[in-house]
């Protein structure tokens, strides 16, 4: 006896998403068999519209319920500042901080030679499209710092030489609440050369 | 700029999944809107189906497909013997080991204290029933070896006093693979208390 066949099923499905094996898949499974019809009802729905429910500005390339996105058509933002992310969470994460009031680029990854991601299968044409305009006086990096990012920096760095565009990217060293003694030496070494005057 | 709502609102459900948090919810959605249309839609489909698709068998109480299960309704196996297990999954692990002839009775739990799962929020009077026709000779405990279990087994030895059937349990000892040096003090007592006459 194997489970039911509309089980296996969706045990299946669960199995493709990320970091999910089938003994998770199988937990998801029995806690939705347990679950209110009405809220399942509604999570099917969720998953079948979620890909008719939202676009891709065209502009900056993030997910976005309109095209151009609420930040590409918002006038009271700085548009002479773009901040190159490699995907919508990174965008949404920097937002989250209600900092930032430039323009973003969604990259749609980094550059990484492992997985074979080349700079010509991320959004680098789109962004050159946008630099035409002249309008832009400054490009922030926002990658993560690992080598992936900085091998992507690097790049981009290379490749907007031409255009005589700032390029900054973000602020290494020591995250809120980090113990001197337990931090990594190269977060430690980014600290001390980094120093800030008070 | 929140996310679009579409994409909350399936964060919001994945979210409610066991052991999965808001980040990991995140994580599920973008996966799935990278995902092929016609898959997403399939995914959909088994969720909305899921209840409709399955039922419990009324004898033992599995998830099944059909009412009764393939078990109870299969001739050849041994209708003497009933294993006791707390839910489907347990039932399923010992069906995969392709030992066990008899049938089953699903408790839906075990007694938890700390839970508040009482004896009357569990199977035991539908297991009642089945022993009322007398043809039951033997009961197999198949909980796991822990707190809740144990308190589980003591109860349902109490429970079938009156019914003079024999109630064993699955034996306690070492597992397969395991380093004697690094197996915990309860386990060794178990293998040695229950060794095995070569």
């Known amino acids: 006896m194997r489970y039911p066949a509309s089980i296996q099923n969706l045990i299946d499905h669960f199995s493709k998403l990320p970091t999910v094996g089938p003994k998770t898949a199988e937990r ?15 999570f099917a729905q969720a998953i079948a519209e979620l890909k008719e429910k939202t676009t ?3 502009t900056c390339l ?3 319920e309109t095209n151009p996105c609420s930040i590409c058509s918002d006038q009271k933002r700085n548009h002479s ?13 920097i937002e989250s901080t209600k900092q930032y009031n430039g323009l973003y ?3 749609g990854g980094v550059i990484n030679m492992i997985e074979d991601i080349k700079p010509e ?4 044409k789109q962004l050159l499209n946008r ?24 790049y981009i760095v290379k490749l907007l030489k031409p255009y005589k565009i700032k390029v900054t990217r973000l602020a290494k060293g020591l995250p809120m609440g980090a113990d001197l003694e337990y931090a990594d030496e190269i977060t430690l070494s980014n600290a001390l050369k980094y120093r800030n005057e008070m």
């Open 28 to 42: 998801y499974v029995f806690y939705l068999l347990k679950a209110h019809p009405e809220w399942l009802q509604g």
């Open 62 to 64: 993030t997910i976005a």
């Open 105 to 107: 680029h969604v990259l």
């Open 56 to 58: 891709v500005c065209q």
């Open 131 to 154: 630099l035409k305009q002249n309008t832009v006086k400054e490009i922030i990096l926002a990658f993560n710092p690992d080598l992936e990012g900085e091998t992507t920096s690097m």
């Open 121 to 124: 299968n991320l959004n680098f």
């Open 81 to 93: 500042i773009i901040c190159l992310v490699a995907d919508t969470r990174d965008l949404l994460a």
